[in-house]
């Protein structure tokens, strides 16, 4: 089916190609059309097509991280990106969440850990402050390169909740009900795999993740 | 012609003033229907609240300062075709009558963006739940001739708005206007975790309204409502207005 619809963009873009160049020869200009023009207008065609795409990278909110670095979705393109939603006061279902995000990540191979990213947001804007972040990691023992404890304005928090579908809200006492859901980003920054709840095993998502990164 | 000019701005300046105004709400506490909380009363911290829905013309306003989100260039990621269909084009709302009507048909991506760009934030659903609970009525005849009045609107509610913001007459105590009888509007949180186990069936209702007060069942109906929309949705009924933290500053437009 994708390829159907991708053969048929082809086609439309190369009547669409036809068409300029019949369209200049009716001007009668008398230059020979530039074969290379052509496949810049493929090129830019093809760009806006991305722009269009459901690709998180075009999310154009900054992260702040455990150690104060300004962080965007887009500088982990091309390469897969474990997303993960939580609150650092947590004291119930989110350890566990984060500890089983550890255990997806830690499971993949040497290689693959050099070069995956994890990003895990709070909900908690107003308690969870970069300092309070790195005091988590610390605690969780998860200070590491590769993993980003963030924070940033709340509607930014809420419209990333909202593209991965991760439902959250505040109760009276401070804490939060939310869903419990890792998200995995293919190297374009499409949601491609939802791992949901906090037990069962990993086996086929961590198969999953090494595909992508081959 | 000063004369003139003076009168021009004297009719005009109050209406655009009027929708500037940011209330502020004491702190109290509410009764949800959603029956997680059966008995137990919401507390709700003080805030502040737009005095009515954003408009067209302010929308349009955001929009020449965030081109990302007109509609020609608006990412599916935030919005469905269906986005501020309505509008002539990216930059047209209509015509001038449309100016101080609700903007509708914005996804709730970009009305939480929005509110963010203005110094603010979408209101949660229990700081909007709270504000409009918050109405005071002289008799119980009164109270309940309102509540099958909002039933009805609820179940008519038009997707061709064609009033002015600040219009309908309903205000709350506080004088937050046209929470009812307008417009939906959008929250921050209009799909909160319990809304998995929710569906628009009558046992549902049924078991929402375990508090029996004026707005129980409409409000049982904003909340189904609610929770069958998606973020990109955008459609003819649905509008909002911005929430403020107290220390946050609404932004002069």
């Keep these: 089916m ?213 | 012609m000063i004369a003139i000019l003076g009168l021009v701005l004297t009719v005009l300046l109050p209406s655009v003033q009027a929708q500037d105004r940011v209330i502020t709400i004491p702190e109290g506490s509410f009764h949800s229907v959603l029956p997680e909380v059966v008995g137990e009363p919401h507390r709700v911290e003080e805030f502040r609240m737009d005095e009515t829905a954003v408009t067209n013309g302010e929308f349009l306003e955001f929009l020449k300062e965030n081109p990302e989100w007109q509609r020609s260039s608006i990412s599916l990621l935030f919005a469905g075709n269906d986005y501020l269909r309505h509008w002539k084009d990216d930059m047209n709302p209509g015509n001038e009558n449309e100016l101080n009507r609700p903007v509708t048909r914005v996804s709730w991506f970009a009305a939480n963006a929005y509110c963010g760009w203005n110094g603010g934030r979408l209101p949660s659903l229990n700081e909007w739940e709270y504000a409009a609970q918050a109405m005071d009525f002289d008799s119980n005849l009164e109270a309940n001739r309102f509540s099958s009045d909002l039933i009805g609107w609820y179940s008519a509610v038009d997707t061709k708005i064609r009033s002015d913001v600040g219009s309908t007459g309903i205000e709350n105590r506080y004088g937050v206007k046209d929470l009812f009888g307008l417009i939906m509007e959008w929250v921050e949180d209009f799909n909160p975790p319990i809304a998995d186990e929710l569906s628009l069936d009558c046992g549902t209702v049924g078991r929402m309204q375990g508090d029996a007060t004026v707005y129980s069942y409409a409000m049982s109906i904003r909340y189904i409502t609610r929770m069958s929309f998606k973020p990109t949705s955008s459609t003819g009924m649905l509008g909002f207005r911005c929430a403020y933290d107290l220390n946050a500053n609404k932004m002069e437009i």
């Design chain 1, 2 to 214: 994708k390829f159907l619809k991708a053969m048929s963009f082809l086609v439309l873009m190369l009547s669409v190609s036809a068409f300029t160049v019949s369209a200049q020869h009716h001007h009668g200009d008398g230059h020979d059309h530039d074969h290379s023009h052509d496949m810049e207008q493929m090129k830019e065609l093809d760009s806006e097509e991305i722009t269009h795409s459901e690709s998180l990278h075009q999310i154009p909110s900054t992260w702040i991280n455990q150690n104060s670095e300004e962080i965007q979705i887009k500088d982990f393109a091309g390469q897969p990106l474990i997303v993960v939603m939580f609150y650092g006061k947590c004291t119930e279902t989110c350890p566990m969440l984060i500890q089983r995000t550890w255990k997806l990540y830690s499971s993949l191979s040497e290689e693959t850990q050099k070069i995956i990213n994890v990003l895990a947001v709070s909900f908690d804007y107003k308690n969870d402050t970069h300092d309070a972040l790195k005091e988590y990691a610390e605690y969780e023992q998860l200070d590491l390169p590769e993993w980003h404890f963030v924070t940033a304005e709340q509607t930014d928090i809420r419209q990333l909740a909202a593209l991965l579908g991760v439902k959250y809200r505040e109760r009276s006492d401070g804490h939060f009900d939310h869903s419990n859901l890792i998200t995995v980003l293919d190297p374009f920054g499409n949601i491609s795999r939802r791992i949901e709840g906090i037990i069962g095993d990993l086996d086929d998502d961590i198969k999953f993740i090494e595909s992508l990164v081959q």
